[in-house]
């Protein structure tokens, strides 16, 4: 490696030993990135089509935009001067989200809080369009009885099967009519104003955060276009093939693994990702094999510590700040095609079982440690190098982004977003050239995701 000053590390001109390019090598590899995008593409768009995946996504958001509205409920019917017609406004909006009879079961609860038992008699479902759902059909004769009899005349099978198929929303309905210091209502009044303060919250911090950041991207392209950036990222002098063969390594592993785990040992979730986490160093180290020295690895990869760690993770926070204005009017986007297309975007973690802390800090370490750190070498490392030796940090940025984006399972409709998460690192590593800025600000947005779908739905 060579220095130009005593904070900026640039990769090694020197070429490696082994031939410089692999016209041979590239292609497959390209070919094996291709195929790759094409099985998880299809993979994502069967399980988006799933009636399972949608049920499960409906339920999520359902649960959260019910929570949201008995929390607001809750906190601003206490207010002196509640806005007048509040609970039938709240009422409504629930109705309208509520597009199938389970649905319609479980926000008759909700009606009940806000409007009477007399409103969540009028908003259940008829028994006939519950037919394909037995359970449901049960659930169905209890709240009768809850909301014509009261909570105290269904037996304790009831309850128990109630709460074990409807969750918050069969809590909801059994603490009708109680006192609030009733153990059970309390519980679920408590959950509820969690949600919406936590949700509240954060769109006020990002609301300031969007701002603030608006405000520093103008600075920033005012600087760059006066040439006041500098970029600490400098493309190799040689062009090898041996770094989009890594990632396509890392790409087929990736996918071989999972596809293998599920087929032979279905459900070992600490298995796949133990396998995973062996697998990503081979990939990772294949250029060594290639002929490329350990200090053009590294530069490549962006494994060096720049101006430091502190002020580069620093600088990392810095960036995601300026990119958050980008990745809010990409949301927008998502959010309109979601609505316009119908599509269902959530990605699967939000159903991963929180119920102990373990499972909770296996998800952080996961969501918040493993996947920066794999990613950004892979994605800001390896694939943004390859492009670059050929392309501007545009381009190279904007195709390292979209195939970023289209390997999560989110599907499609997300690609905005999670192309513009991707495009903000891309940029990152092009400002700093060490991966440890990109992955400071990876890891923040993916914990910060992560600790609002914990307080607002545990």
Not at 34 to 43: D, P, Q, R, Y
Request: hydrophobic fraction near 50%; include cysteine.
């Amino acid at each position: 490696m060579t220095s130009s000053s005593p904070f900026t590390l640039q990769y090694d001109a020197s070429p490696p030993p082994a031939r410089r390019y692999s016209v041979v090598g590239a292609a497959i590899a390209w070919t094996a990135i291709l195929v790759c995008l094409g099985v998880i593409g299809v993979t994502n768009w069967r399980a988006a089509r799933s009636a399972a995946r949608a049920r499960a996504i409906d339920d999520y958001q359902l649960l959260m935009t019910s929570r949201v509205v008995i929390g607001e409920w809750q906190l601003f019917s206490q207010l002196p001067a509640a806005p007048p017609g509040l609970k039938d406004q709240l009422a409504s909006q629930l109705q309208r989200i509520a597009s199938d009879p389970v649905s319609k079961l479980r926000i008759a609860s909700v009606i009940g809080e806000l409007q009477g038992k007399n409103a969540a008699l009028a908003a259940l479902p008829q028994a006939s369009a519950l037919d394909q759902e037995p359970e449901s059909q049960a659930d169905l004769a209890t709240m009768r009885t809850i909301y014509t009899a009261g909570p105290g005349a269904v037996t304790t099978n009831q309850r128990d099967e109630l709460v074990r198929n409807e969750g918050w929303f069969g809590k909801l309905a059994l603490s009708s009519g109680q006192p609030d210091s009733d153990p059970l209502r309390h519980e679920t009044l408590r959950r509820a104003k969690r949600t919406f303060v936590a949700s509240a919250t954060t769109e006020i911090i990002v609301a300031i955060a969007a701002l603030a950041g608006l405000v520093l991207l103008i600075i920033t392209l005012v600087r760059l276009a006066g040439g006041r950036i500098h970029r600490s990222y400098r493309p190799a002098a040689f062009r090898s093939s041996a770094f989009v063969e890594c990632f396509a390594l890392y790409l087929s592993g990736y996918l071989l693994i999972g596809f293998a785990v599920r087929l032979l040992v279905p459900h070992a979730t600490l298995l796949a990702n133990g396998l995973l986490i062996g697998w990503v160093p081979v990939a990772m180290l294949w250029p060594l094999f290639r002929g490329v020295t350990w200090p053009q690895l590294e530069g490549a990869l962006g494994w060096y510590t720049g101006r430091g760690v502190i002020r580069e993770a620093g600088a990392g926070l810095l960036a995601y700040l300026i990119g958050l204005p980008i990745v809010i009017a990409a949301g927008f986007l998502t959010l309109f095609l979601t609505i316009k297309f119908g599509q269902k975007t959530a990605h699967p973690i939000m159903f991963a079982d929180t119920r102990t802390w373990w499972s909770v800090l296996e998800i952080y370490l996961l969501a918040s440690v493993f996947a920066p750190l794999t990613e950004e070498t892979m994605f800001r490392g390896a694939l943004f190098n390859h492009l670059r030796q050929w392309h501007g940090w545009l381009i190279s940025a904007l195709v390292s982004s979209f195939i970023f984006a289209a390997l999560h399972p989110q599907g499609w409709a997300a690609i905005p977003l999670l192309g513009s998460i991707g495009f903000v690192f891309a940029a990152i590593r092009e400002w700093r050239g060490s991966f440890i800025a990109s992955t400071t600000a990876h890891a923040l947005n993916n914990g910060l995701v992560l600790t609002l779908m914990l307080v607002a739905l545990r």
